[in-house]
């Protein structure tokens, strides 16, 4: 803390663009439910200064975003490029480069950087009917993103600092 009594580690954060994959990312892909602590991490990343946008592969997921009420935390809805990733990112209309991408597909993170998850099934198991184990992988997600915004980098095994420079298209 400084003299002034603010954290000096929150003003040398930069704010970073997250974006988040959606089916067996923060969607269960089994079951439709929301991936445990989405909403939480969102809401921190947002108070952080940090800017939360939601893609897929799918093309743009409102009807998901609204239906698990994470308009209010979402910068932006996109479709999500499945190759040539930064050259199409103009012609999904993103418009800004990601600096962090949380996805099942290792691909996308590793060339923009980010963390690979592990597919999100759902609340449930549908072989055995049993609720599925306490997921807590956005903790390590939102862990790695302040590390990332101080300008640190994140030791976790499934982080990945993305390949190439530059950026695809302008920063706004």
Not at 50 to 73: A, K, Q
């Amino acid at each position: 803390m400084s003299d002034d009594g603010s954290d000096d580690a929150s003003s040398s954060r930069r704010p970073l663009h997250v974006f988040f994959d959606v089916d067996y990312t923060i969607l269960g892909g089994y079951d439709g439910s929301l991936r445990p602590h989405t909403v939480e991490v969102f809401e921190r990343l947002r108070d952080d200064g940090h800017h939360v946008y939601v893609w897929s592969g799918e093309g743009e997921r409102w009807p998901v975003v609204r239906t698990h009420r994470l308009e209010h935390l979402v910068s932006g809805v996109y479709g999500k490029p499945l190759h040539d990733y930064r050259e199409r990112l103009e012609m999904f209309k993103v418009p800004v480069v990601p600096d962090f991408v949380i996805d099942d597909y290792p691909g996308i993170v590793r060339c923009f950087g980010g963390m690979h998850v592990p597919e999100y099934f759902g609340g449930r198991s549908p072989l055995r009917g049993e609720t599925a184990p306490e997921d807590t992988v956005f903790h390590d997600v939102y862990d790695a993103i302040a590390l990332l915004a101080r300008g640190d980098t994140p030791a976790h095994p499934r982080y990945y600092p993305g390949e190439g420079s530059g950026a695809a298209i302008p920063r706004r």
